[in-house]
C-alpha cells in the first residue's frame, strides 16, 4: 500500500481537484508543472504523468500540444481527469507494475513528469523500482522530471526520502542527474525544502 493511500483516506478527487480551482480563481499559477516541462521538450514531443491525478498537469500539457498518457492509482482522482478531458488516456496503474506495452501503448516517451510528491508517497521500498520502470519508457536521451518535498514544510507525511537516496534510485535505473531547481520557476536549488530534479537516460 502506498503512502498515498494510507494518507489520502476519504479524500476523493473532487476535493483535490476543488483544492486547485479554487487557487486558480484566487489568481496563483496553478500550471508551473507543464510551464516547466514544456520549456524541456519541444511541442508535440510525448509525456507520461506518472501519477497524474486529476489531470491538472497533464490536460494543460496537452492543451499545449503534446502527446500525453496519464497513470495514477488513485481511481477517485482518475474519475476527475476522465470527466475534465475524456479524450485524453488515462490508465489506473500502480507505477511500480507500470509497463507501456501491458497497457498497449508505445514506449520512447520523451520526457516523464512526477509532480506532486508522487516519489514520497510510494510505498516504502519501491522507489528503485518505480524509477527503473519509469526510466524503461523513456527513450535515449528522454527525462524524467520530479518536483517533491523533503520536509514537514512541504510534505504531507513524515519525510523518508532525502535527495541522495533518489539520486541513487535514478543511477541504479540507468539515468543522470542534469539539473535540480528549488520550485517549478526553476528557481536555482539552495538545499532547501523542496527540489525539482531533471535527470536524462
Known amino acids: 500500500m502506498s503512502r498515498w493511500t494510507d494518507m489520502a483516506g476519504k479524500t476523493s478527487g473532487e476535493d483535490y481537484a476543488a483544492r486547485f480551482a479554487a487557487l486558480a480563481r484566487s489568481g496563483k499559477n496553478v500550471h508551473g508543472e507543464a510551464r516547466f516541462c514544456a520549456a524541456l521538450v519541444p511541442v508535440g514531443a510525448r509525456v507520461l504523468d506518472a501519477g497524474c491525478g486529476t489531470g491538472r498537469v497533464m490536460i494543460r500539457l496537452a492543451e499545449l500540444g503534446y502527446d500525453c498518457v496519464g497513470v495514477d492509482l488513485d481511481a477517485s482522482m482518475l474519475a476527475v481527469a476522465r470527466k475534465l478531458s475524456p479524450g485524453?488516456?488515462?490508465?489506473?496503474?500502480?507505477?511500480?507494475?507500470?509497463?507501456?506495452?501491458?497497457?498497449?501503448?508505445?514506449?520512447?516517451?520523451?520526457?516523464?513528469?512526477?509532480?506532486?510528491?508522487?516519489?514520497?508517497?510510494?510505498?516504502?521500498?519501491?522507489?528503485?523500482?518505480?524509477?527503473?520502470?519509469?526510466?524503461?519508457?523513456?527513450?535515449?536521451?528522454?527525462?524524467?522530471?520530479?518536483?517533491?518535498?523533503?520536509d514537514e514544510a512541504h510534505l504531507p507525511v513524515p519525510p523518508g526520502l532525502t535527495l541522495s537516496d533518489y539520486d541513487d534510485c535514478c543511477a541504479a535505473g540507468g539515468l543522470t542527474l542534469v539539473d535540480r531547481f528549488a520550485t517549478w520557476d526553476a528557481d536555482p536549488y539552495d538545499g532547501g525544502g523542496y527540489a525539482v530534479s531533471v535527470h536524462r537516460r
Open 88 to 150: 485524453l488516456p488515462w490508465f489506473q496503474l500502480d507505477l511500480a507494475e507500470f509497463e507501456p506495452a501491458l497497457l498497449g501503448i508505445a514506449g520512447g516517451f520523451d520526457l516523464v513528469v512526477a509532480a506532486g510528491n508522487i516519489f514520497p508517497l510510494l510505498a516504502p521500498g519501491t522507489e528503485t523500482t518505480v524509477v527503473e520502470r519509469l526510466s524503461a519508457a523513456l527513450r535515449p536521451g528522454g527525462l524524467l522530471v520530479a518536483g517533491f518535498g523533503l
